[in-house]
């Protein structure tokens, strides 16, 4: 094969970046563009200059590997279906809507031997995978302590949009989480992939801002960790801080040094080494700078040449990519064994919660939707309307129209 011919599908908004990326990989060609909105099938199709379609089962024989944009309630089906029939596939985060969701896809694509990419993109970021190497290779020595914090306005940026928040979001069949597993599975599979495989962990979370808006799950969590190396971490997460500064912070902690990322204003990104000889600087991203910023030619600066270009080369190679499969179901493993924490009062194992009944069974839809009924029971009749929402902010919020609105350097949203 000397180009991988693609199929995107799911033509929202996530879809522009992945198509800015392979307009310019190499490696790959886009063939169709597949929504089940025909409009946005076509609009993407024109700015890809390739075909378009509304039924990705009908384009499956044309192509060699599919990309999934839709909403996580269809990233299982269609990357099954696509293994089924030897296509490779790349999904985008979060990989499905629970464990037994995620594992069906594993096993469907292991039996199929294709290659199974989940697409956590910041471990395709020079800055992370710089982090990700000094913490691996000994230089800050044994590791003590990690730390992330993400924090975002959400309500402000939605609010902006002329469609407001997507309907999924809204639906907790569709979307039974919120921006713990939805936004933090990037974050906690930083976290693991530099500090090490979480081992327990235990939380709290509240949905003060969206909770009748986006009733599947938290807007703002705070997490601890313990990992297999002794180490411990603690992820701070929200999407909805109406005063957020927009900024990101990842930091850690060795006996022989530490490393931190640093965002000054400009967009700047920088990764600092301090240890016995001082600071030093081991990575810096100036957007000013010409060859800099060839990395953030990107529509939205979500980077995604990195990982789309990962993606090809581990499907011409046949290997397999650093962020197969098994490696991301890794942090809905560790969030949902947080969540599970926070609502049983205590710490809990994550190899026990993994093992647990409920979540080692195989994959069955009807029960699952049957296990959303029961959870959610009455207040699946009362979830607001993204109207409804935004008329109660304005009279209740003093940041509505939001201007507060700032964006996070880039970084994964939502
Ligand atoms: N990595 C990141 O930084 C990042 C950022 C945003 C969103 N995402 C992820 O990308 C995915 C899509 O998010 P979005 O914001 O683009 O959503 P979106 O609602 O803007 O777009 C989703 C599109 O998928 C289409 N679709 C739904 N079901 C389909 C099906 N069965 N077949 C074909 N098309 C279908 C919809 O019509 C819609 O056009 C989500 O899983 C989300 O979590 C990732």
Not at 73 to 81: N, P, R
Not at 197 to 221: M, Q, R
Not at 271 to 285: A, I, P, Q, R, W
Not at 360 to 372: A, D, G, R, Y
Request: with cysteine.
């Amino acid at each position: 094969m000397e180009k991988v011919k693609v199929a995107l599908i799911g033509c929202g908004g996530i879809s522009r970046e992945h198509v800015d990326a392979y307009l310019k990989c190499p490696g790959a060609k886009l063939v169709y563009c597949v929504d089940i909105d025909e409009k946005a099938a076509r609009e993407k199709a024109g700015i890809a200059k390739c075909r378009w379609h509304t039924n990705y089962l009908d384009v499956l024989d044309e192509v060699d590997a599919v990309d999934i944009c839709t909403p996580p309630d269809a990233h299982a089906e269609i990357a099954v279906e696509s293994a089924r029939r030897g296509r490779h596939v790349l999904t985008e985060k979060v990989m499905a809507r629970t464990l037994p969701e995620a594992r069906w896809m594993i096993e469907e694509a292991e039996k199929a031997g294709i290659i199974f990419m989940v697409a956590f993109v910041l471990r395709y970021w020079p800055e992370f995978k710089v982090i990700h190497d000094t913490c691996v290779d000994g230089r800050i020595g044994d590791i003590l302590q990690g730390y992330i914090q993400t924090q975002m306005n959400m309500a402000g940026y939605w609010l902006k949009s002329p469609q407001g928040i997507q309907k999924w979001r809204q639906d907790p069949y569709r979307f039974p989480m919120g921006a713990f597993l939805s936004h933090g599975c990037h974050y906690v599979d930083l976290l693991q992939w530099c500090v090490g495989n979480i081992t327990e962990t235990s939380g709290f979370s509240h949905a003060k801002i969206f909770g009748d808006v986006i009733p599947g799950g938290d807007d703002t969590s705070c997490t601890v960790f313990r990992h297999d190396n002794g180490a411990v971490s603690t992820y701070l997460e929200s999407w909805a801080l109406p005063y957020s500064t927009g900024g990101m912070r990842f930091e850690v902690y060795g006996t022989e040094g530490s490393v931190q990322l640093s965002l000054p204003e400009g967009g700047h990104r920088i990764v600092n080494l301090l240890n016995s000889k001082g600071k030093t600087e081991l990575y810096h991203f100036n957007p000013e700078k010409k060859e800099d910023s060839v990395l953030a030619g990107s529509t939205t600066g979500h980077q995604m040449q990195g990982e789309i270009e990962h993606f090809v080369s581990a499907v011409l190679n046949g290997q397999q990519p650093r962020t197969h499969g098994r490696e991301g179901i890794k942090s809905m493993q560790v969030i949902l064994a947080a969540e599970a924490a926070e609502r049983e009062g205590r710490v809990i194992n994550v190899s026990e919660f993994i093992n647990r009944p409920e979540n080692k069974k195989p994959w069955n839809k009807e029960e699952f939707m049957l296990s959303v009924k029961k959870k959610y029971g009455r207040r699946l009749e009362k979830i607001k309307s993204w109207d409804e929402f935004r008329l109660e902010a304005k009279e209740k919020y003093s940041w509505y129209p939001a201007e507060t609105d700032k964006k996070q350097q880039g970084y994964p949203s939502s």
